[in-house]
């Protein structure tokens, strides 16, 4: 069996470190963490806190006796897992624990899931005695760019209505949400969909009674990549993390893309569960009868 790389060793040291550095902060009855790869005295606490700084590259290239590549490459991996950040001009920190929201991706004919209407994500989120806060919604009338332009099945040269919000759990910035419309909505009397506010009930709802168009089903793609510059400020993440992107493609009654929304999620506070068929909720959390 091939030998682990040296980079992977000391990563998975730190992480044993940060773990049991996690586990002073909030204790639980969790499985037990193995202890880390053993040093000599002094040179590096047994758990690292979260909010804690790590020490420096060449400090770490003593404690491993490991090359300054070595020690970076440990430390992407570790930026990877969510686990630390780098600030500039400041050092690596360990990050802060953030309790994972739960997203249950359902099928549309018995739930609603990720990149629906602000009430959903307020119910949702409320329903596991946590608190969400939406911002108003940024509204724009844009020409679409080309990723949504093929969703829609609309030419790049036409207009579309976008509608941008900033969402919140626990006051911890959780996921950007914009939903673009086709402008023929607008003409067609839904002109609500330009007013810089919430839409009692959620636009979908709002749609069919203002039109007639009803959602039918959707198609969710989801894709991770790295955050941009603007995502990274707003979630406070390293430009190493990564999000993910999904997008939400929703059809009508004649089967005609009616939306699409495009939803960030910052991948070190977001799961998913995928549901198909009629299945029990998840109790992972519980003891075994």
Request: with cysteine; net charge negative; charged share 25%.
């Amino acid at each position: 069996m091939a030998q682990q790389p040296m980079y992977q060793k000391i990563a998975e040291d730190l992480r044993k470190r940060i773990e049991l550095g996690a586990t002073l902060v909030s204790p639980s009855d969790g499985p037990v963490i193995p202890a880390p790869m053993p040093l000599e005295p002094g040179q590096l606490p047994a758990a690292l806190r979260p909010g804690s700084q790590l020490p420096t590259e060449l400090e770490l290239c003593d404690v491993y006796a490991a090359s300054r590549n070595t020690i970076r490459d440990a430390i992407k991996r570790l930026i990877s897992q969510g686990l630390v950040e780098t600030r500039q001009g400041q050092g690596t920190y360990v990050t802060q624990a953030i309790d994972p929201f739960v997203t249950v991706l359902a099928d549309p004919a018995v739930g609603v899931g990720v990149g629906e209407g602000g009430a959903t994500y307020l119910s949702q989120v409320s329903a596991e005695h946590r608190k969400p806060r939406v911002t108003p919604p940024r509204v724009e009338v844009q020409a679409p760019p080309e990723v949504i332009a093929r969703r829609l099945r609309v030419s790049q040269s036409t207009q579309v209505v976008s509608r941008h919000e900033l969402r919140y759990i626990d006051d911890v910035p959780w996921s950007m949400q914009t939903s673009f419309y086709p402008m023929e909505f607008i003409t067609r009397g839904a002109t609500r969909l330009l007013v810089a506010e919430d839409i009692e009930g959620g636009a979908v709802h709002y749609l069919g009674t203002a039109i007639g168009l009803d959602q039918f089903g959707y198609r969710d793609w989801i894709t991770v990549r790295s955050p941009n510059l603007n995502e990274q400020m707003f979630f406070g993440i390293s430009h190493e993390a990564m999000v993910f992107e999904n997008f939400r493609t929703a059809f009508d009654q004649d089967k005609k893309p009616m939306r699409v929304t495009v939803t960030v999620f910052p991948t070190d506070r977001n799961q998913f569960i995928v549901n198909v068929g009629d299945v029990p909720d998840p109790r992972y959390d519980e003891d075994p009868e």
